[in-house]
């Protein structure tokens, strides 16, 4: 912060709380109680405040408002324990994980499981994205926590589960323009609505386009949105969904991490390997799907799921000429087309005091993936970041069929179970197209399983007070991406890497103290055998393995506040201590013919940060002068299995302004905000175990963004 700065945002922040502290005083109507939160991703329809569990529920409204509506990462502060992570880089996604969980992933998202209207954004084999959410169209959005997230099988350290508006009424129509830092702009429209006698066709449209020109030098990005939720009532008890969407990004680049003195000297930078091989990264994906859900009678409920998509992704990396001499090197560019599709039938029985819930859910992946040299032509004449010689072809495979069964009694009114198990089968094949005298033949395969049961117990104390205790199992297998190298150089797969196992205890108070007040605090115990880990990472490529034993133990503590009609306050706060319980040994180099490098007992788990505050305080009438504040903290994170550097903590404050105007049919409104006020200079995240020292992902300093909105109601 520069010296001239700092009265000015601490002048602002103090006027934005004045302002906002008047209208209270000026209210004469009592606090809101606040509805009760109804929650479906447990599979069985339950007020969040009841169930055993660690579940959070955020409306659409909660995720836009005063937002520029770009990345999910902006909404989900409020999460104890759910850590998402704007990388300014758009060709690796949002960095989430939850409890720890998916802190290593280099892309993607692996060790959540994310679910939009019902379709797994999650692909078999674990490995998730979450690009394809229209945040426009977003009616709320529901993460769950701890040993319940195992009763969706594969990679569920917790769950992330999207659903679009349901519209009701009449017709109405949403524009919205953006404009901000770094050449940011974003254009979206959206339609909902019902027709029909009887409301008995519901709709949901959006679509938007997104560029801008990065923080960083060399991030420009286009990203193109389209999402449809349709509902349609084909009876007293039946109704079908059926949901479509398409992204696609024309062309991320890709600005790589930087090393300490990089970052130091030049946040904005690259290193120079990005521009020499133009790093960057295509995608397209569309995919669709359907619900259909038949009420057989007062207590019994059919549900089918079907869905299928495919998405292509090419991915131009910055390996070194010299490194894919080796004819065993599989290139520098690699292009991936996957056809995935699924079901999940459920039955569901509904008594007077518990309920049962059994199904089977059933997923498969094809991918073709294609290695080739990223550079043609040799010596003077090479010219990089261009598709050169083929050196790998494959085509692999994912499946799982997975049946569970899911209860719920309430033997007493104050007591509540709630139990599950899953068993979760997944197969790993692959076949080898590639093969030459000097690169054989690497057809395999691997089968992982586990066996997972969940139980919790839920006790009101009072009206107002829950206390609950819940254990469970859960398992990881890797995904194929993390399959797809071995740190020795070699070709083929790497079966040779487990799935890790973990059970996890959890323990909690949910509470009401006062009427529109809502408070939580859980503390957890996980333990994981065989821990998937970094093993090297240079040049965008990734190698792993398995450790020894693991523990993540914390503690989670979340409020939300209606202090009038018009004021909320929101609080979350997570601490979280991740140790490796078991040392092994590691690469600091790339090929590795052998680990060599020890990992020392109780190190940190790279990518988790200790603790992690979030604070908000906003003034949202129906109209009028709309007002914010947002804070946030995190502490140092680790960026190695070894320790020897980190990323230091943070904080950051936001601020927001904007009207909104009501003329008859016609809504209008602008917004102001601010991000980062204070201008601090810090990592918004790291790129764990990177070969190259390249660790760091620089946070841009102070931007602002600026939007209008435009809506109307048939």
């Given at each position: ?13 103090l006027?934005l ?13 009592a ?13 069985i ?11 959070q ?49 280099s ?147 890709d ?27 295509t ?36 390996i070194p ?61 090479a ?37 599950g ?134 503690l ?72 914010g ?41 602008a ?26 992902e ?17």
């Open positions: 912060m520069t010296p001239r700065f700092a009265p000015v945002a601490r002048r602002t922040a006027a709380a004045a302002t906002a502290l008047a209208q209270v005083q000026a209210q004469t109507t606090p809101t109680v606040l509805a009760p939160v109804v929650v479906t991703s447990t599979r329809e339950a007020a969040a405040f009841d169930l055993p569990a660690s579940i529920r955020l409306s659409g409204d909660d995720l836009r408002a005063g937002r520029a509506q770009v990345n999910i990462s902006e909404g989900l502060g409020a999460v104890p324990g759910l850590l998402a992570r704007d990388r300014q880089n758009y060709a690796q996604d949002v960095q989430i994980s939850v409890r720890g969980f998916g802190a290593r992933a892309f993607g998202i692996r060790g959540v499981r994310v679910y939009v209207d019902d379709i797994p954004a999650t692909l078999p084999d674990g490995q998730g994205q979450i690009t394809n959410v229209e945040l426009g169209t977003v009616g709320r959005v529901e993460v769950l926590r701890g040993p319940f997230s195992a009763l969706y099988g594969n990679s569920s350290g917790g769950v992330i589960s999207i659903h679009s508006e349901s519209p009701s009424g009449p017709a109405r129509l949403d524009t919205s323009v953006g404009l901000g830092s770094d050449g940011l702009r974003r254009v979206a429209a959206s339609a909902s609505g019902t027709t029909g006698e009887g409301q008995v066709i519901g709709y949901t449209l959006g679509a938007s386009r997104f560029t801008t020109d990065g923080y960083r030098q060399h991030s420009a990005t286009e990203r193109q949105l389209a999402n449809a939720r349709l509902s349609f009532k084909l009876g007293a008890a039946t109704q079908l969904t059926l949901v479509a969407n398409r992204v696609e990004l024309p062309e991320a680049q600005p790589l991490g930087l090393t300490r003195a990089q970052w130091q000297a030049a946040p904005r930078g690259v290193d120079a390997s990005a521009l020499s091989f133009n790093t960057r990264k995608m397209t994906q569309e995919q669709g799907g359907l619900v259909l859900e038949h009420g057989i009678d007062a207590a019994n409920t059919l549900r089918v799921m079907v869905y299928q998509g495919h998405r292509s992704t090419a991915q131009f990396q910055s000429v010299a490194t894919q001499a080796s004819p065993l090197h599989p290139g520098g560019v690699i292009d991936l087309s996957r056809d995935y599709e699924g079901a999940d039938l459920r039955w569901r029985w509904k008594g007077e005091t518990a309920s049962l819930v059994a199904g089977v859910a059933a997923d498969s992946l094809r991918e073709h993936r294609v290695g080739e040299q990223n550079f043609t032509g040799t010596g003077a004449s010219v990089l970041g261009v598709r050169g010689a083929l050196r790998r072809d494959e085509t692999n495979r994912v499946s799982n069929a997975d049946p569970y069964l899911q209860a719920q009694w309430q033997p007493t009114p104050a007591w509540l179970v709630t139990g198990v899953r068993r979760s089968v997944v197969d790993f094949q692959s076949t080898d197209a590639y093969i030459t005298k000097t690169n054989p033949d690497d057809s395999g395969s691997a089968r992982y399983a586990a066996t997972l049961p969940v139980l919790g117990v839920s006790f009101a104390a009072s009206d107002t007070l829950r206390l609950y205790a819940t254990a469970g199992k859960g398992f990881e297998t890797p995904t194929l991406n993390e399959l797809s190298y071995r740190a020795s150089g070699a070709t083929g797969l790497n079966f040779a890497l487990q799935a890790a196992t973990s059970r996890s205890l959890e323990a909690g108070v949910k509470a009401k103290p006062w009427a529109g007040s809502e408070l939580t605090l859980a503390v957890f115990n996980t333990t994981t055998d065989r821990e998937i880990v970094t093993q090297t990472n240079v040049g965008g490529r990734a190698t792993f393995q398995n450790a020894g034993a693991t523990r993540r133990r914390g989670e503590a979340s409020g939300a506040f209606q202090l009038s009609p018009s004021l909320q306050a929101q609080l979350a706060a997570t601490w979280l201590d991740a140790r490796y319980r078991d040392g092994f040994l590691t690469c600091t180099a790339t090929p590795c013919a052998a680990a060599n490098q020890a990992v020392a007992p109780d190190n940190r788990i790279p990518g988790i940060a200790r603790t992690a505050l979030f604070g908000a305080l906003t003034w949202l009438p129906a109209g009028g002068w709309r007002l504040v947002e804070g946030r903290a995190l502490s140092k994170v680790f960026v190695n299995d070894l320790n020897t550097d980190a990323a230091g903590g943070y904080a950051t404050l936001a601020a927001h302004a904007g009207y909104q105007l009501s003329l008859g049919a016609w809504d209008l409104g917004l102001l905000r601010v991000d980062n006020l204070a201008g601090r200079r810090y990592a918004g995240s790291v790129i764990v175990n990177d070969g190259n020292g390249r660790f760091f620089p946070a841009p300093g102070r931007t602002w963004l600026a939007s209008a909105s435009l809506s109307y109601r048939f």
